[in-house]
């Protein structure tokens, strides 16, 4: 028999979900246990429970597909409930138990999908990763925590809706229903604020579950993600900020990618020589590509610190192995010895330059809009990339360091969506497109934090 145990602070938790308030969440860093306890909480329930329904939804169905559907439902039944037989009904997407009882699975984002999931009514509702689900969205699924499941006698199960997530800043809707105890509309007090309860996991928190080095990992990211993945803790507020967060892992791709109808290579330099390049800024260098679903992906990121031969080189390979129709080049800066940079290392290249003649800002706010809408979508995780895009604001850029992966990614997504671009901005052609390529990379760029 598979063995299982509570850490400490997980057995806290657990009681935490069984206390009598009807709405619970768990926040807090990367693979602390959050998701995990509370499916085993909701397996619970629908095993106590005969004819009992539940509902676990995640703003994307694929999301849900991947992260539960297919890794902690079964690995919750696996290692709690051994000798619990159930069937995965894998057309409609749930699963039932012996005892009647049903788990459904969801995405908020099939609209179709989603009226069918909330035509039931549910003893449980449970929102993962609800730092991507919209306040809408949530108001939408509590109206249907209506079942009236019978436990045993006359008792009834009691109504419960729970949510988990690695905290994001202090605007979102979570924090003021869990931390502040307001509306996140109104701003009043709740009228029943003992209703809500949350608790803190971190992956301090579940150290027996790690990896070796797993840790180490998230200490290594920026004090921005760190702040998130590892300490768990609700960001100050940016104001007016054009990337968030979680609107970027919303609509983040993690699937196979679609066929691409286009592919560019995006290179913003900065002027860095072979000899001495430790104090230049780095060479964005960015690959987006245009689905055939109409989607701009966000697909590889290879900015480097480097002079013209390394950079060049680096570009020219990027473009072979996405089987790229062009490099685009901002040419501000360096003018022709761009175009000679990309064509010494690779005779030919098709190249498209771009001339910025509005500041950065203005430039990412139509870019910053895409992504809002899921038009546009980062493929697998570009830490560094994310890091950048986070500084933007309409008030000014506020990172650090010279922007460059986040300038090379505005101008491959320009030149995949050209009315995006100012008249004097579009791209001048410089050579003959070559055919049209597709490849197999994965994307994914860096792991999973």
Aim: glycine share 8%; with cysteine.
């Amino acid at each position: 028999m598979p063995s299982f145990e509570l850490t400490a602070k997980q057995q806290e938790a657990n009681r935490l979900l069984a206390s009598p308030a009807r709405h619970l969440m768990l926040f807090g860093g990367s693979r602390s246990g959050k998701t995990f306890l509370i499916v085993r909480a909701i397996c619970i329930r629908a095993l106590k429970a005969a004819n009992s329904r539940h509902a676990m939804l995640r703003f994307r169905l694929g999301h849900i597909k991947a992260s539960i559907v297919l890794d902690t439902f079964p690995k919750v039944m696996r290692l709690c409930f051994p000798d619990a037989p159930y069937e995965m009904n894998k057309t409609d997407l749930f699963a039932r138990f012996e005892n009647g009882s049903e788990i459904w699975f969801g995405g908020l984002d099939d609209k179709d999908r989603t009226e069918k999931i909330l035509g039931n009514e549910y003893a449980s509702i449970f929102l993962n990763e609800c730092s991507q689900i919209p306040w809408g969205s949530r108001n939408l699924a509590v109206t249907r925590l209506a079942q009236l499941s019978y436990q045993f006698g006359d008792r009834t199960l009691p109504l419960k809706m729970y949510y988990d997530e690695n905290p994001p800043d202090k605007g979102h809707w979570t924090y003021k229903l869990f931390r502040s105890k307001q509306d996140p509309e109104t701003r009043r007090p709740l009228a029943e604020a003992d209703s809500y309860a949350c608790m803190q996991l971190n992956p301090g928190d579940n150290l027996p579950n790690l990896g070796d080095g797993y840790i180490k990992t998230l200490e290594g990211l920026s004090s921005r993600l760190r702040k998130r993945f590892l300490e768990g803790e609700f960001r100050e507020m940016a104001p007016d900020a054009l990337f968030v967060d979680e609107v970027i892992d919303r609509w983040r791709h993690v699937d196979e990618l679609p066929e691409m109808l286009k592919i560019v290579v995006a290179v913003d330099p900065s002027g860095s020589d072979e000899e001495d390049n430790l104090e230049n800024d780095e060479i964005g260098i960015v690959v987006c590509g245009l689905g055939v679903d109409g989607i701009g992906y966000v697909l590889e990121d290879v900015t480097c610190k480097a002079g013209p031969a390394t950079w060049g080189r680096i570009a020219t390979q990027a473009f072979e192995r996405w089987e790229a129709n062009s490099i685009v080049a901002e040419i501000n800066f360096g003018g022709a010895m761009v175009k000679f940079v990309i064509r010494s290392a690779r005779p030919n290249t098709p190249f498209r330059e771009v001339r910025a003649s509005r500041g950065k800002i203005v430039r990412a706010e139509p870019v910053s809009s895409l992504v809002e809408t899921g038009k546009v979508r980062i493929a697998g995780y570009l830490r560094a990339l994310e890091d950048e895009l986070h500084g933007f604001t309409s008030h000014g850029y506020m990172g650090e360091r010279s922007p460059n992966r986040a300038d090379a990614m505005v101008w491959g997504v320009s030149d995949l969506f050209p009315d995006l671009l100012a008249p004097k901005e579009k791209p001048k052609v410089q050579s003959q497109v070559v055919q049209l390529g597709r490849s197999n990379h994965d994307g994914l760029g860096w792991m999973e934090a």
